[in-house]
């Protein structure tokens, strides 16, 4: 099973690092990025395996939110069955 | 595979349109807790109201946070009360209607439906008692939602029962006066209720479903209106798919969170219902779309068009996306709940005459409407015969939700807070249907009705 990261906010140094190394942490293991910088704005979208998860993926959710909250990003993070369900028949 | 643009999309529907599950609610059937000891019967629908969705909520949120989609109620059916309580007294309806707001309260759950009856050929001992006890019910609870059925296309209307309604929304209005005669904003008159329907005011848990049900209600007017705003100018046949697709995708949600809660909750899925489910919030107006599609106003003439085509493609675009389709599955006009109505009340555009005749396209009826506080109970009971013919010429559900707000004039405003929103006080046709009233007895079913 996947989940799906968004990351977007105000570009500084070392957010994907952050954001990596806490995917690290808790064992999600990063499948593909997509990155971009537009007028020093930051977007990124990352889909992360889930299966070998250290932790409840409810936990992993609320983790990755307050990453963002203290590095002034807004992270979402969101099991892929929402987006197959909606987009795919 | 994901789609880098499918995953922004729906991220954006739920960021920046208001997209939302607006509510999980579960049915429990009370059936096994009939008694005549009023105490034995408090006890035991407490006990299993208590059980059953005990877990309704953390699950509720637990789902939330896997999806990422807001999922903005968690609430409870029952049987209704005048069935599975038939033998209380009133007095033992209104405890039963407090032991209901303890059982809402300890599941930490905001409204629980059921306190009602099934009425439309006529009325049983308990049918009579649940009725006297409604307005002090609804007065002393707070999470208490009733609604009573006075026709079907199969019975007709029963218009002793439309009458007695008109007295009961009267004393409802009285005793809740000051909070703007709220108690009335939990009281749904309707003709040929639907069973499984998953939303205040008029939630039941029909005498035909399983032990306990998983119903589900959708919502997403804003990401209709944006879809129909970026359409731009184009013609009816492509606004039609526009709205299809875009409701296939917010059932397909709807569907999902659903099945998912059903899992865990060890609970039977019932149906995912397709209703448009406006509130006050800027954004999430079903008026929106109808004035996106072209109206200057909501309540201009073209509205009732606009509705149809609007509440068709969204049944045709749901119906694919879930396996299992009910409850009420059409566009909502509430007034109070809907900015765009708000705003189309208060200038003028939308009249009661105009939200009625909306209602013969669309899913519910005359909802969440403030009229004077001095309207007499026959005006009220014209209302409620009005619209419910509708519903019953049409075989369709219709239902009355009018607040007679105590003290209040046309043009004052009443506030109710949160979801059910604030409303401009309409203006009535004055002229006095009392003696159509009075006569009583059942007005027969429509020919249509005999289709066998």
């Given at each position: 099973m996947k989940a799906v990261v968004t990351v977007t906010g105000r570009d500084v140094v070392g957010i994907i690092a952050k954001v990596s190394a806490a995917c690290a942490e808790y064992k999600a293991n990063i499948v593909d990025i997509s990155q971009s910088v537009l007028s020093e704005y930051f977007a990124m979208i990352m889909v992360v395996e889930?299966?070998?998860?250290?932790?409840?993926f409810t936990r992993f959710v609320d983790a990755m939110t307050a990453l963002g909250e203290q590095n002034g990003l807004v992270i979402h993070t969101m099991h892929e069955d929402v987006f197959n369900a909606m987009h795919h028949i | 595979m994901l789609n880098m643009n499918d995953i922004l999309e729906t991220i954006h529907m739920i960021e920046?349109?208001?997209?939302?599950?607006?509510t999980i609610t579960m049915g429990i059937s009370l059936?096994?807790?009939?008694?005549?000891?009023e105490d034995r019967f408090c006890d035991k629908i407490y006990d299993k109201i208590t059980r059953r969705a005990e877990h309704l909520v953390s699950v509720g949120e637990e789902i939330e946070k896997m999806y990422g989609?807001?999922?903005?109620n968690k609430r409870v059916s029952v049987t209704p009360l005048a069935i599975a309580?038939?033998?209380?007294s009133p007095d033992g309806f209104v405890r039963a209607a407090k032991t209901l707001d303890r059982a809402a309260d300890t599941l930490g759950i905001n409204f629980i439906g059921g306190?009602?009856?099934?009425v439309h050929k006529g009325f049983t001992i308990g049918d009579r008692n649940l009725l006297a006890a409604i307005p002090q019910a609804l007065s002393e609870t707070g999470k208490v939602c009733s609604s009573v059925?006075?026709?079907?296309?199969?019975?007709?209307?029963?218009m002793d029962a439309v009458k007695q309604m008109g007295d009961i929304i009267k004393e409802t209005a009285y005793l809740t006066r000051d909070n703007d005669?709220?108690?009335?904003?939990k009281l749904v008159v309707f003709t040929n209720?639907?069973?499984?329907?998953?939303?205040?005011?008029?939630?039941f848990h029909g005498v035909?479903?399983?032990d306990g049900v998983i119903n589900v209600g959708v919502s997403g007017p804003g990401v209709v209106a944006s879809a129909i705003r970026r359409a731009g100018d184009c013609d009816f046949s492509t606004l039609a798919d526009i709205i299809k697709k875009t409701a296939f995708k917010i059932t397909r949600m709807g569907q999902l969170v659903a099945y998912e809660a059903s899992r865990r909750l060890d609970t039977p899925f019932g149906i995912v219902d397709l209703s448009l489910a406006p509130t006050?919030?800027?954004?999430?107006s079903v008026a929106h779309i109808l004035e996106g599609?072209?109206?200057?106003?909501?309540?201009?003439?073209g509205t009732t068009a606009a509705l149809a085509l609007l509440n068709d493609a969204v049944k045709k675009g749901g119906v694919m996306a879930s396996s299992h389709v009910g409850g009420l599955s059409g566009a909502f006009i509430p007034v109070s709940e809907d900015q765009g109505m708000i705003d189309a009340v208060s200038c003028g555009s939308l009249t009661l005459d105009k939200l009625e005749a909306m209602t013969a396209v669309c899913s519910?009826?005359?909802?969440?409407i403030a009229i004077p506080g001095d309207t007499p109970a026959e005006v009220i009971c014209g209302i409620i015969a009005d619209e419910i013919s509708i519903g019953v010429a049409n075989t369709k559900t219709t239902a009355v939700r009018v607040i007679p707000a105590w003290g209040k004039k046309p043009g004052d405003m009443v506030s109710f807070g949160g979801l059910l929103g604030y409303a401009p006080v309409m203006k009535l046709n004055?002229?006095?249907p009392a003696a159509f009233i009075a006569r009583g007895g059942r007005i027969p079913a429509p020919i249509h009705s005999l289709k066998n």
């Open positions: 889930i299966d070998q998860i250290a932790v409840e | 920046g349109e208001n997209l939302d599950i607006r059936l096994d807790c009939a008694s005549e000891d989609i807001p999922i903005v309580g038939g033998a209380l306190f009602g009856a099934l059925n006075v026709a079907s296309t199969k019975a007709g209307i029963n005669s709220i108690g009335c904003a209720v639907p069973e499984d329907n998953p939303f205040m005011a008029g939630a035909g479903e399983p006050p919030a800027i954004g999430d599609m072209g109206l200057e106003r909501c309540g201009a003439h519910v009826g005359l909802d969440m004055e002229m006095s």
